[in-house]
């Protein structure tokens, strides 16, 4: 009907560099909010889980990783990579971010 171009095959844009959806170069006010409100999120079910009374031994090590409001900027919206320059990428470089954890601390040595 029309060439089959229609749907999730259709052709990339050339002047796009092939790529139809790009990867923004740096996060924006609205996903940077979102971040924290999801840290926050996080950190209200430790909360609740160390009021419990329950203990576990992955529980007294989460309990030694800094809270949303204690991490610095470069935490919250980068993570640590070997490849990038400076070793740290963009949070919204990693694939599916909002959905994976990411660490909260840089590896010691970096």
Known sequence: MFGGFLGAFRPSFTPFGG??????????????????????AADSVLDVLIDSGVSFKR?????????????????????FSRTFKGYRKGIHKVPKFTKVPVPRTTPVGF
């Open 19 to 40: 790529r139809a959806w790009r990867i923004p170069w740096r996060l924006s006010s609205t996903r940077k909010a979102n971040v924290r409100k999801r840290l926050r």
């Open 59 to 79: 529980l007294e090590l989460i309990k030694t990783i800094p809270r949303e409001d204690q991490m610095k900027s470069r935490d919250k919206y980068t993570t």
